[in-house]
């Protein structure tokens, strides 16, 4: 398994532009969670998908939206870009429970600029 | 809302040398601490959770509710320990299962 996989790795937009990052999770594991790690910060969450439903948000402008595909996939879209979402883009899979925290096996990233 | 702080940015110790990376939480709730570590080039990997109580790679963390901590401890560093660490905070709520990451911890073992 090659673990959680996000493309593309690096992406270039320019202000105002849409923007959709992918992402497949470990073979077997249902949820697909979203972060943003801006340089100098620990990764910040924005949403979490399980069985295609939007089971949590973080706090993220309405410009940011994703959804997840019968297979378990998940794309991450981001509206009207501005300079500030310049940022390395983490998703992470898991398995899902309804009390608890399951361990997060995280991608390697896509790196987004915004020029 | 949930908070989690990692007052020291850049930790440098000798090999050899104890090593102690401070985390400290706010919460209201019942809190899952966890601590996640990025080693050169690789992806953000679990190290350690509180409830598991196990220690991993030498390094232990014990949860104090009292002082809200959640401090990550290793009695001889390594040279293989540099490493970014961040100590994360779960909210289980209402389904949810997200993350709340402090801003990380660079350490690095000098030989």
């Known amino acids: 398994d090659a673990g959680v996989t996000q493309s593309p790795t690096h992406l270039i937009k320019t202000r105002g532009q849409h923007v959709t990052l992918r992402c497949s999770p470990i073979s077997g594991h249902k949820s697909v969670s979203w972060y943003q790690q801006v340089l100098g910060q620990g990764p910040q969450f924005i949403f979490q998908?399980?069985?295609?439903?939007?089971?949590g948000r973080g706090n993220f402008p309405d410009r940011f939206s994703a959804r997840q595909f019968p297979n378990y996939s998940s794309e991450l879209n981001v509206n009207a870009l501005l300079l500030g979402d310049s940022a390395l883009y983490l998703c992470a899979s898991s398995l899902f429970r309804t009390q608890g925290h399951t361990e997060a096996f995280f991608g390697q990233g896509t790196r987004l600029t915004v020029v | 809302a949930q908070r989690v702080t990692q007052p020291e940015k850049l930790l440098s110790v000798f090999k050899g040398a104890p090593v102690e990376l401070k985390c400290n939480y706010s919460y209201s709730g019942s809190p899952e601490l966890f601590w996640y570590v990025q080693y050169s080039r690789q992806r953000l990997q679990l190290l350690l959770r509180?409830?598991s109580r196990e220690s991993i790679k030498g390094f232990t963390a014990d949860l104090n509710k009292g002082e809200t901590s959640f401090h990550l401890k290793k009695p001889f560093a390594q040279e293989e320990d540099s490493a970014m660490y961040y100590c994360?905070?779960?909210?289980?709520?209402?389904?949810?299962?997200?993350?709340?990451f402090g801003k990380g911890t660079h350490l690095i073992i000098q030989p």
């Open positions: 509180h409830i």
């Open positions: 998908y399980y069985e295609k439903e939007e089971r």
């Open positions: 994360a905070l779960s909210y289980s709520g209402g389904g949810a299962d997200g993350l709340t």
